[in-house]
């Protein structure tokens, strides 16, 4: 592990880098095997507490929960933070929700039939219960008639999503563990989070910056002067991390709101953070953002304030980026006025802009939302070099990042060993065989429906091609695709393709309810686990010990793997012989063993374990102090990027030599394929699709904080105040939303904190038609993708567009049915 950094291997491990071979793999060998197993780990305690407090976690917190007579009956923050998370009291309700999975269910015609499972009638077909070792069985032996008829190409076990952070139970690991050692599947590249801007970001600054470590919060707290958070709403996002969540990017922002200093917010939104932050608010029409910071380095160029000196030692490109600008190349000046009639902002503010950027000492914050968009890849690529003619990159509290809002990116990293996790297994295994051999057919994730649907089909990909396979077989662990993806109705026709899809689940989520065979898994807080917190920062390694015994008949996914590899003839291959606490065990003391190397003290593993609390490591003062790109601007030819030239790219020869059309070789305005500026519009409203406050995605929708945001038992709709009343909504109204591909109904919000034109529904409502299984049935409860365009950002990145496209909306006047999303189906 100490190859890479942890946040490398995390990100590999959890979003499906193929960096494994890398990665020595410890504990492989028949003496080590041996060594732990003989250890006596089974005597550890392994005795739920029956009252009492235990430390566990969650994407949202490291967490205690309170345990009398054997059950959760709260939970909170185990840290000590300064602003407070209201998802961190969801754990009881996440043990005990009536939609939970109970038992091994398949859908009745796929049982009578599995040869002729009538996948049309996914969504509306009764649910059988079965046994559990006969659900393992039919599992087998259709993924074995799968391989056979249409060999490993046919299988896809991509599965994308947030399950949960522990480093034992990370289904979607687990699940590509089993699947390359039982035989190989497809996979895929990317993430939804980051689509456009990870695969842009390699060409620009030599690495994919989104998930890198970001300039110190005290470098920023003692230096900055202006901080511009474009497109980011930290106060919500930062709730969640990919691994725990240690709560200290909200703890800076709340620094950062005492200090005083000048924040802007650039949204179409006025979020919570802009209003948290008491931050100007500056609103552009939705993705218009490329061409409003044109206008600002237009202004920049005429006025002659920007960084000539940063630009020449620092970057390549500027010159042709320049004519652009000038209108040299196409005519048109790229002036403030032209902005402003693209963004909306006065030329007047976009000017001012320019000044102040320049003669302070400014960090431009950038979240991603404006980067799902139509030509995604554009917009960050423009921001950088909006920083480079600042010319502070490199400088204490100055430059851009692009992930304070995430993971709380900034907070400075501690000298912490790293706990190992699962993984994929290595080549001696079998493991690696579907990454040499399948991997060829991987394709971007965001491309789900198009595959599906068109097997055979050719598509182009940052510099190649990538030809569909005949999927035939799905298996699902940790993710809720249904919700996800983008354009529901056309998802659900493709979702229909597949002979099998399986689906591991804790509760009957959309994407479970249109499965043929549902497994019953563990929440997190039913097993144990081990975590780090802190993406970036390492700060704490975390016991997430089971709270509560397995409810119903539900399993973990690990035993779910390990009883089909014994299906498969692999048991041991997979499993090592190892129990969950061997695993555990294994994977602390590979920490521990680095823990010397790092001069860190840990106690052992049955101390940490016993000790029931997070074990929290120091931070050294050049984690304080550090400044991205620091080094690369003290010597750039000693220090160079991982760019052709080394330097960040303004122009990119090798973005040229694809010859592109929705992807030019610098920074370029490009008209989305819906907009408000458009002409003849297919709709009237702008949809923006953010993530949602109480929420992680669709996660922790079936708990008692829905009724705090819920408007008329729907997903809330944010719309403005003077649309409102030319439409006659108010606040409370069910409102029907629609456009060509599909729509949902929501309640109204009616408000001045989003601007004119433009309306918010948050992704992850979880999709409830009011004609189950039929496609273009309305949503009752509002999910946002029924909605949203499933094109490609471009051929660069192919990420998806989910904060583009327009919508119509009306006051809702039919009858109204119940949402029945958050009931278990019928028989089940
Ligand atoms: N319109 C629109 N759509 C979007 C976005 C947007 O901005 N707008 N954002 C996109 C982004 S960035 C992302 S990351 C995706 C998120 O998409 P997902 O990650 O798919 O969303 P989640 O709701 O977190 O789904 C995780 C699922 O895993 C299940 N789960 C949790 N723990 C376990 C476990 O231990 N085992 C198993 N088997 N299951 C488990 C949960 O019950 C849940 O159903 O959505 C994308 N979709
Ligand atoms: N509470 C909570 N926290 C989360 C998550 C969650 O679901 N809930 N999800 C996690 C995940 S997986 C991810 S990827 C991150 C997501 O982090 P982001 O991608 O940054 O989040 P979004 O909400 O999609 O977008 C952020 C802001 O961009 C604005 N925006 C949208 N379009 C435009 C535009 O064209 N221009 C400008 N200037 N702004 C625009 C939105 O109004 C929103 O306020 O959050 C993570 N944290
Ligand atoms: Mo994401």
New binding site residues.
């Given amino acids: 592990m100490n190859m890479l950094s942890r946040r490398q291997v995390l990100q590999a491990m959890g979003k499906g880098l193929a960096i494994f071979a890398l990665v020595p793999f410890v504990g492989c060998d028949n003496e080590s095997k041996k060594a732990v197993i003989e250890s006596g780990v089974k005597s550890f305690s392994e005795n739920l507490v029956f009252d009492g407090e235990v430390i566990t976690g969650a994407?949202?917190g490291v967490l205690k929960a309170k345990i009398k007579d054997g059950k959760v009956v709260s939970s909170s923050n185990a840290l000590k933070n300064s602003v407070s998370n209201p998802?961190h009291s969801t754990i009881p309700d996440l043990i005990y929700a009536p939609t939970r999975v109970k038992y091994p269910m398949v859908r009745k015609s796929y049982l009578e039939n599995p040869a002729n499972p009538k996948p049309e009638l996914r969504g509306s077909d009764e649910w059988v219960k079965v046994s559990y070792e006969d659900a393992i069985k039919l599992i087998a032996k259709e993924l074995k008639a799968t391989y056979k008829q249409k060999g490993k190409e046919g299988v896809f076990a991509g599965s994308y999503g947030?399950k949960s952070s522990g480093n034992l139970h990370n289904a979607r690991i687990l699940l590509q563990r089993f699947m390359g050692m039982a035989g190989g599947y497809v996979g895929v590249s990317g993430?939804?989070?980051?689509g456009a801007s990870q695969v842009i970001m390699p060409y620009v600054v030599g690495s994919i910056e989104v998930y890198e470590q970001q300039t110190s919060f005290s470098s920023v707290l003692n230096n900055t002067q202006v901080i511009v958070i474009?497109?980011?709403?930290?106060m919500?996002?930062?709730?969640?991390?990919?691994t725990l969540n240690e709560g200290t990017g909200l703890d800076f922002f709340e620094q950062l709101k005492k200090s005083g200093k000048h924040i802007i917010s650039?949204?179409?939104?006025r979020?919570?953070?802009c209003d948290y932050l008491g931050a100007e608010w500056i609103a552009?029409?939705?993705?218009?953002?490329v061409a409003?910071m044109l206008g600002i380095m237009h202004t920049m160029l005429k006025t002659n304030q920007y960084d000539k000196g940063f630009l020449e030692d620092y970057t390549t490109g500027f010159e042709q980026f320049k004519s652009y600008l000038l209108g040299e190349s196409d005519g048109i000046a790229k002036d403030a006025t032209w902005a402003s009639k693209i963004c909306g902002i006065p030329a007047q503010k976009i000017e001012s802009l320019a000044k102040l950027f320049f003669t302070n000492r400014t960090m431009l914050m950038?979240?991603?939302?404006?980067?799902?968009?139509h030509h995604g890849e554009q917009?960050h690529w423009a921001l950088v070099t909006l920083a480079c003619m600042i010319g502070q990159i490199g400088l204490p509290g100055g430059g851009f990042g692009l992930s304070y809002?995430?993971?709380n990116g900034g907070s400075p990293t501690a000298t912490a060993p790293v706990v190992g996790g699962i993984n994929l297994g290595n080549a001696e295994s079998g493991g690696a065989e579907w990454l040499m051999q399948g991997s060829a057919h991987n394709f971007p994730l965001a491309r789900i429906s198009d595959a599906l649907l068109n097997p055979g089909k050719t598509i182009q990909h940052n510099g190649k091609n990538i030809t569909y396979t005949d999927i035939d077989f799905i298996y699902w662990a940790g993710g809720n695709p249904l919700v996800h993806h983008q354009d529901t109705n056309t998802f659900i026709k493709a979702w229909r393709k597949p002979r099998t899809i399986v689906v591991n689940e804790i509760y009957w989520t959309p994407t479970a309810r249109l499965a043929d065979i549902v497994l019953p898994i563990t929440t997190s807080y039913e097993r144990n686990d081990i975590s780090m917190s802190g993406d970036y920062s390492n700060l704490h390694i975390v016991p997430m010990k089971q709270l509560v015994e397995k409810q119903f008949e539900s399993v973990d996914d690990y035993k779910v793997f390990c009883d089909l590899a014994k299906e498969f003839g692999i048991y041991d291959k997979f499993s090592e012989g190892k129990s969950e606490m061997q695993w555990l065990k294994e994977f602390y003391d590979q920490a521990l063993k680095q823990a010397q190397g790092l001069m860190v003290t840990m106690p052992d593993f049955e101390s940490f374990w016993e000790a029931n609390e997070p074990l929290k490591f120091e931070i050294p003062s050049e984690s304080e102090e550090f400044v991205r790109y620091a080094e690369f601007r003290e010597d750039p030819i000693l220090n160079p990027l991982g760019t052709d030239s080394g330097l960040i790219e303004i122009y990119s020869q090798k973005i040229a030599s694809y010859n592109y059309a929705d992807c030019p070789p610098h920074p370029t305005w490009l008209e989305p394929i819906e907009w408000l500026g458009m002409e003849n519009k297919p709709a009237e409203f702008a949809l923006?699709?953010?993530?949602?406050?109480?929420?992680?995605?669709s996660?922790c929708a079936n708990t008692s904080l829905r009724k705090d945001y819920a408007i008329a038992d729907k997903e809330p709709i944010w719309i403005n105040t003077k649309d409102a009343a030319n439409k006659g909504i108010k606040t409370g109204d069910v409102v029907k939303v629609s456009n060509k591909r599909g729509s949902v109904l929501a309640g109204a919000f009616v408000t001045d904190a989003i601007k004119q034109g433009v309306v918010?529904l948050?992704?992850?409502a979880w999709y409830d038609p009011e004609v189950k299984g039929q496609i273009g049935s309305t949503c009752k409860n509002g999910s946002a993708n029924v909605l949203t365009i499933d094109l490609p950002t471009s051929p660069l990145a192919n990420g998806n567009i989910?904060?583009t496209g327009l919508v119509n909306i009306e006051k809702f006047s039919g009858e109204l049915k119940d949402v029945c999303v958050f009931e278990a189906p019928q028989g089940a």
């Fill in positions: 994407h949202w998802l947030w993430d939804y989070s980051t474009w497109g980011a709403d930290p919500i996002t930062l709730r969640n991390a990919w650039i949204d179409p939104v979020n919570m953070s552009p029409l939705p993705n218009t953002d409003l950038s979240g991603w939302g404006m980067q799902r968009a917009t809002h995430y993971s923006i699709t953010s993530h949602p406050a109480l929420r992680l995605h996660q918010r948050c992704e992850g989910a904060h």
